[in-house]
């Protein structure tokens, strides 16, 4: 039984489109993230969610937007995908916000690949 | 602001050989030290932790210790094996959110 789960796994699209990847965690957390890891696995955080609100929003660009109907899931919407959107993109939960003790439970990872 | 330092890869071993990975991190406050693993092809998963000064995280024959004094947090093995291959990451906990190092390839050769 997946603890965290995305969709889709590989995501090969063309400039200008606009995606969307979905995350459901049903390990009862209050906190999801998204992760963008580059080529060079170099992983940033881009959003955390907590119950539902808004926490850290890292300097993203306004083409991405996440979106939490409730706890258990949050989805992240591409608008006019660029080339340097390429990379693969991780959903992570947590119990709680706090990062001090918090183990984070990440998902399989969704390649995406922008032509 | 807080960040993380590991050494650059890959690091690339013999099976049964020792292993270190260096990390260390620059922080307000008291942070608490990660390492996590991610396997080729998959999502990253905790390897260890150790939440305040002096403690040793360890688990599957891995260890690391968080020292104060010298702001490290890095990461050993006596033996490792083929099946140890993969990018570890060191990271930081502070009040809400990890921040990750650059992560360090480990490939292992039998």
């Known amino acids: 039984d997946t603890a965290v789960s995305q969709t889709p796994k590989y995501l090969v699209t063309q400039m200008g489109n606009d995606k969307s990847i979905k995350c459901e965690q049903n390990l009862g957390h209050d906190t999801m993230y998204w992760y963008k890891q580059d080529s060079k696995k170099f992983l940033k955080i881009m959003f955390s969610?907590?119950?539902?609100?808004?926490?850290i929003n890292e300097t993203v660009p306004n083409r991405f937007s996440p979106k939490s109907p409730d706890k258990a899931h949050l989805n992240l919407h591409i608008n006019s995908l660029e080339l340097g959107d390429s990379a693969v993109y991780f959903c992570?939960?947590?119990?709680?916000?706090?990062?001090?003790?918090?183990?984070?439970?990440f998902g399989a990872g969704t390649r995406l690949s922008v032509l | 602001g807080d960040s993380v330092t590991q050494m650059e890869g890959p690091v690339t071993l013999s099976e049964e050989a020792c292993l270190t990975i260096?990390?260390?991190?620059?922080?307000?406050?008291?942070?608490?030290l990660f390492w996590y693993v991610q396997y080729p092809g998959e999502g990253l998963q905790l390897l260890l932790k150790a939440t305040k000064a002096d403690d040793k995280g360890s688990n599957k024959g891995f260890e690391a210790t968080y020292r104060k004094e010298t702001t490290s947090f890095h990461l050993e093995k006596g033996s490792v094996q083929v099946s140890d291959s993969a990018v570890y990451f060191c990271a930081l906990g502070n009040t809400d959110k990890l921040i990750f190092g650059t992560g360090t390839r480990l490939q292992v050769f039998p």
């Open positions: 969610y907590n119950n539902k609100e808004l926490i």
């Open positions: 260096n990390c260390t991190y620059t922080a307000t406050g008291y942070p608490s």
């Open positions: 992570a939960s947590s119990l709680m916000l706090t990062g001090l003790k918090n183990i984070q439970y």
